[in-house]
């Protein structure tokens, strides 16, 4: 069994902080849009973490299942208004019978998989022909790729350009799997400008906050924390940016 590095049961009651509800999500918009294209009866999503996009999604239809490895992640899930079918499990091992759905989708999750191609080919198992695999998420392969986060903690750069499986290579993947129709496009700009100390104030700078920073041992947390501060010192009116694209590879099982 593929194992996220990261355990996300420590920090799963904190986890839906990243989801105001005041905020609308451009990604959000691409799935119910997909959902309602291939006509969606039946719909997975894998690492579907606290429910949030399978809540959006009963929109469209109410056969909601949602597949975690972590039982916190899962306990948060089942507080979502709808109503929704969880099981704990690994993506790399769907426990569903072939042609099951007519939408799969992950969203900010890939990266944990391990095995991206076993997905990919898990996903083609469990469509219906008709149904879309969809993979949401950042990629830090692309070129105009803007992260503060980057620039102050060590290895985190590198770690991602491991762990995220590059927009082509996912291509590729579902080429080699029999998908067809297989089309990228960004479906939301990330952009935010911290100025100064509001960085200190940035929501996602907490170390349980993103996979990116929770994967860091204290010592190389509080190093990146430092050279912020450092910086600061420097300069009290520097910008910090967070400015990437959030990218859809959709995948149609012939
Ligand atoms: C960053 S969270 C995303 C959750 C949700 N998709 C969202 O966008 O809010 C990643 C989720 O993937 C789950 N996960 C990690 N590895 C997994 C695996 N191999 N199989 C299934 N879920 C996994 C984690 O437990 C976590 O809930």
Same mark, same amino acid.
């Given at each position: ?107 900010? !999750? ?6 991206? @191609? +076993?997905?990919? *080919?898990?996903?083609?198992?469990? %469509?219906?022909?008709? &149904? ?81 920073? !929770? ?6 947390? @509080? +190093?990146?924390? *430092?050279?912020?501060?450092?910086? %600061?010192?420097?300069? &009290? ?18």
């Amino acid at each position: 069994m593929t194992q996220s590095q990261l355990n996300y049961d420590t920090i799963s009651a904190e986890y839906n902080q990243r989801y105001p509800s005041t905020f609308h999500w451009e990604r959000g918009d691409a799935l119910l849009e997909l959902a309602r294209q291939v006509d969606a009866a039946n719909v997975l999503e894998a690492g579907c973490g606290t429910g949030y996009w399978l809540n959006l999604l009963s929109q469209v239809t109410p056969q909601l299942y949602g597949l975690d490895f972590s039982a916190g992640m899962a306990a948060q899930a089942k507080n979502q208004p709808a109503p929704l079918k969880l099981i704990r499990g690994t993506a790399t091992q769907l426990p569903f019978r072939p042609s099951s759905f007519d939408l799969l989708y992950c969203v900010d !999750a890939v990266h944990h998989f391990g095995n991206h @191609e +076993a997905f990919v *080919e898990e996903a083609f198992r469990v %469509l219906k022909p008709g &149904g879309a695999l969809a993979i949401i998420g950042h990629d830090p392969h692309s070129g105009d790729f803007d992260w503060y986060f980057y620039d102050y903690f060590e290895t985190v750069y590198e770690t991602d350009l491991h762990r995220y499986p590059s927009g082509s290579s996912l291509k590729e993947m579902m080429n080699r799997a029999g998908f067809q129709n297989i089309d990228q496009r960004n479906v939301e700009h990330v952009s935010s400008i911290h100025d100064g100390e509001q960085v200190l104030r940035d929501p996602f700078l907490k170390q349980n906050a993103t996979s990116q920073l !929770a994967l860091l041992d204290r010592e190389t947390y @509080e +190093a990146g924390i *430092e050279k912020i501060m450092a910086d %600061l010192r420097e300069d &009290g009116r520097k910008v910090f940016k967070s400015d990437f694209w959030v990218r859809m590879v959709v995948g149609i099982k012939p």
